[in-house]
């Protein structure tokens, strides 16, 4: 027992490295089982301990989901690829750390001009379905504020998302509540909410016209314009948010 305790910061983390290197290799996939505890304990020569202090951060991660018994629905089940463990990461590490508003404006510059230039340089034109389906329901008059910014979180998610790069995407969603929370803690800087959201409603718009059109460059420029003017608005220094 003492030679486990002693060993179990080592152990867990090879639990964790096998995991992952069956998904990245495609022998696990969304909705299979893990082997149980025992067998894994065996199959990687650590303790059963170790197994499922491993199991417990996979399900912290958003990776697995677990349930006890015996039965067929009994052990623990992957429910999400590694880029879902690296938003649900980020979204901890966000809410934990509150990282400076102006650093994540920064990375969304680079993130976003990228992909709206990718998007619109892509052959055949992406899917912007989703996106344009909360454009839509970001016109209706009866949404409050905050709907509406988590709207046009997800509208900048979905454009990360239809661009294939599951890493940005997982950035995003990682991102996502930093992005809302700071948004909406801009809210009170506003002058007039009405003249604010009908402009990012058109600033929407225009980067999903500018990359049906293949035009990269205006694409890139509208998504880079449409973010740092928002905190420009909310009297964050623009200069901070240069590329």
């Given at each position: 027992?003492?030679?486990?305790?002693?060993?179990?910061?080592?152990a867990?983390?090879?639990?964790?490295?096998?995991?992952?290197?069956?998904?990245?290799?495609g022998?696990?996939?969304?909705?299979?089982?893990?082997p149980?505890?025992?067998?894994?304990?065996?199959?990687?020569?650590?303790?059963?301990?170790?197994?499922?202090?491993?199991?417990?951060?996979?399900?912290?991660?958003?990776?697995?989901?677990?349930?006890?018994?015996?039965?067929?629905?009994?052990?623990?089940?992957?429910?999400?690829?590694?880029?879902?463990?690296?938003?649900?990461?980020?979204?901890l590490?966000?809410?934990?750390?509150?990282?400076p508003?102006a650093?994540?404006?920064?990375?969304?510059?680079?993130?976003?001009?990228?992909?709206?230039?990718?998007?619109?340089?892509?052959?055949?034109?992406?899917?912007?379905?989703?996106?344009?389906?909360?454009?839509?329901?970001?016109?209706?008059?009866?949404?409050?504020?905050?709907?509406?910014?988590?709207?046009?979180?997800?509208?900048?998610?979905?454009?990360?998302?239809?661009?294939g790069?599951?890493?940005?995407?997982?950035?995003?969603?990682?991102l996502?509540?930093?992005?809302?929370?700071?948004?909406?803690a801009?809210?009170?800087?506003?002058?007039?909410?009405?003249?604010?959201?009908?402009?990012?409603?058109?600033?929407?718009?225009?980067?999903?016209?500018?990359?049906?059109r293949?035009?990269?460059?205006t694409?890139?420029?509208?998504?880079?314009?449409?973010i740092?003017?928002?905190?420009a608005?909310?009297?964050?220094?623009?200069?901070?948010?240069?590329?």
């Open positions: 027992m003492a030679a486990e305790t002693s060993d179990a910061p080592r867990w983390r090879t639990v964790l490295d096998h995991v992952e290197t069956q998904l990245l290799t022998a696990l996939h969304p909705g299979d089982r893990l149980g505890e025992r067998a894994l304990s065996t199959e990687l020569g650590v303790g059963r301990s170790s197994v499922r202090e491993a199991l417990r951060v996979l399900e912290v991660l958003g990776l697995i989901r677990t349930q006890a018994g015996s039965g067929p629905s009994a052990g623990a089940i992957i429910i999400a690829t590694p880029s879902g463990g690296m938003s649900a990461l980020m979204r590490q966000v809410a934990a750390s509150g990282f508003v650093d994540i404006v920064r990375t969304r510059l680079i993130l976003e001009t990228s992909v709206a230039a990718d998007l619109a340089d892509a052959t055949p034109q992406p899917d912007l379905t989703p996106a344009t389906a909360l454009l839509d329901a970001m016109d209706s008059p009866d949404l409050t504020p905050a709907e509406f910014l988590a709207l046009d979180a997800a509208f900048h998610l979905a454009l990360a998302e239809a661009s790069n599951q890493v940005i995407a997982a950035t995003m969603a990682g996502r509540s930093g992005i809302e929370g700071y948004a909406r801009g809210l009170d800087r506003l002058d007039d909410w009405h003249e604010t959201s009908a402009r990012l409603r058109r600033e929407h718009r225009g980067i999903v016209d500018a990359i049906r293949a035009d990269v460059a694409a890139r420029t509208r998504v880079h314009d449409h740092s003017g928002y905190y608005e909310t009297f964050i220094d623009p200069a901070q948010t240069r590329a």
